[in-house]
């Protein structure tokens, strides 16, 4: 069975990856069954929705295949996402509790696990955020909540108006994505990766006990597709498939070991809706790959050392 780490400070105990619903919106009812069911069944209990996946067309998908698989709601742990709207960002108090009544209408849930607020918002007045957090709470419609893309004074900023631990940031990283490790390594040097675009953002999660959760795994970018097959990553995939024929595994699985094998006990969200794949990629949580094998993979995706 897959490996449950606990999520932040809470007492959440989550399978290492979880599974992202946002292409959820492009499958009927009963795909979506199948796809729930494969991640079960490898040990997969944790679900990450946003509001604007598919204009909540996701969420409302999930709901209805959820019913019919006759899975307890306790049994799994259900997380989404507010704050984008069309055109700009929201972290108004109104916003943030009428977007969660959304959320758990389509659904069809009485509470979520775990709520995030999906990108900052400049004009952010951290005492509302909190104000809605603590009604969401007091009102038993969130257990726990925690931010996505958002650096350490954000988070402070937040963490000044409310008293219960943010448990989760949800951060871009993959292995050609990689600013959360490169400046990390390349401390006062005057190259590229030496420059400090996320105010440590790794580190302070670590001392903090915050659940980072890489999403797009698997992108370069999000304008430039998948490093996977790419020939603009040739000495990548040739790494990734050296370490994948030594450890038994799939390609993706090891650019999730890769993911799995940071200390910082890192929860990967993968978006496959396909089954066969969700099943591959699950293999990583059963290896772990060599400190060696991190730093080849992690170079030959063209970064270096000092």
């Not at 108004?92 to 990108?119: C, Q």
């Not at 040739?234 to 799939?250: D, M, P, W, Y």
């Not at 094998?293 to 000092?306: D, I, K, V």
């Amino acid at each position: 069975m897959m490996r449950k780490i606990a999520l932040g400070k809470s007492d959440l105990h989550v399978s290492t990856i979880g599974l992202g619903c946002m292409r959820m919106a492009q499958l009927s009812v009963e795909e979506a069954l199948e796809v729930i069911e494969e991640a079960l069944e490898v040990g997969i209990n944790f679900f990450d929705h946003a509001d604007i996946y598919g204009k909540g067309e996701s969420e409302r998908i999930f709901g209805k295949a959820l019913k019919r698989s006759g899975v307890k709601r306790e049994d799994i742990i259900l997380q989404s996402k507010c704050g984008i709207r069309s055109g700009f960002f929201d972290y108004s108090k109104d916003y943030i509790l009428e977007s969660v009544d959304g959320i758990l209408e389509r659904l069809d849930t009485d509470y979520l696990d775990v709520l995030l607020l999906h990108r900052p918002d400049a004009l952010v007045e951290p005492e509302e955020v909190a104000a809605a957090f603590d009604q969401l709470k007091a009102e038993g419609k969130v257990r726990y909540f925690g931010i996505s893309n958002s650096n350490p004074l954000q988070i402070e900023l937040i963490q000044k108006y409310f008293s219960d631990p943010l448990v989760v940031n949800q951060l871009q990283m993959s292995l050609a994505h990689t600013p959360l490790i490169d400046s990390g390594l390349h401390v006062n040097m005057k190259e590229e990766g030496g420059v400090n675009r996320d105010g440590e953002i790794l580190d302070y999660c670590r001392l903090h006990d915050i659940t980072i959760q890489p999403w797009s795994p698997f992108q370069i970018d999000l304008q430039k597709g998948i490093f996977l097959k790419n020939d603009s990553y040739k000495e990548l995939n040739q790494c990734i498939s050296r370490v994948a024929t030594k450890h038994g595994i799939s390609d993706e699985a090891v650019a999730i070991a890769w993911l799995l094998r940071h200390p910082a006990n890192m929860q990967p969200i993968i978006g496959s809706m396909n089954t066969e794949r969700i099943k591959r990629i699950a293999e990583a949580a059963h290896v772990m790959i060599s400190r060696q094998e991190w730093y080849e993979l992690y170079t030959s995706a063209g970064n270096t050392l000092p």
